[in-house]
């Protein structure tokens, strides 16, 4: 008997007319069909007009570690398994890289169905850079975790896509003008592709003033990354003889501001090494 395979699969961020032909072909067909909350699985089940011929579990954080093996064991006896969550792709601030990992490492297939994507929606209608960008996810619920998240992405030049509960987008707009200033722009993304999307954007202070007001429904965060900053190569050179003060080997010092401050490095190199022979 051929192996099975888990196939990831993205659902619906809003309206069920997003479902794509393929994805009811696979849930229909699937032997198996891991869906974050199986309540919600059934309801997009009945919304699209099919009924799945194998079983329906649940997958969730809270039983990754016990279903991820009867998963894997229902795909070695050649099952085919359908990975879906509430919205989305699987694995994407979802449930899905543990069972994807015991997968990999059981040398079983794993493929993706793609489709409707939260991340890639909000980058598209945001109207900031996204030729590079990054995905940060849900920032820690405590403020001061939250706080320093922030403070460590104030110099990140790619545009950073996050996802906010709507209790705490007020909080998190608060500590992102306090940390990367409140004149940058974003674009506060809510309920999108649903009836009621709705698409604020402006810089953060202004954001803020409107999340005052209370927020509803699923929201999305695109921040426009941090204006390129030019460094002399005198000041480079001179933060690495500082992170080498503080015991940090040269090639390590080097390394990390090249990226920080986007010197080049071999010719960062080239300028520690001569500066540290020349200093004895």
Known sequence: MSAGALILAATPIGSSRDASDALRELLTSA????????????????RLGITAQGRIVSYFEGNESERTPELVAAAQSGQIVALITDAGM?????????????????GLRVTALPGPSAVLTALAVSGLPVDRFCFEGFLPRKAGERRRRLDALATEERTMVFFEAPHRLEDF???????????RRVAVCRELTKPHEEVVRGTIAQARAWAAGGVRGEVTVVVDGATPTQTSPDDALGLVRAR??????????????????GARRKALYAAAVADKEGRG
């Open 90 to 106: 699987p694995s994407v601030s979802d449930p899905g890289y543990r069972v994807v990992a015991a997968f990999l490492d059981a």
């Open 31 to 46: 032997d198996i069909v891991a869906a974050e909350d199986t309540r919600r699985a059934v309801t997009l089940l009945r």
């Open 173 to 183: 707009l608060a500590d992102a003008a306090a940390t990367l200033g409140e004149g």
């Open 244 to 261: 080498m003060a503080d015991g940090m080997a040269l090639s390590a010092a080097v390394a990390e501001v090249a990226a920080l401050t």
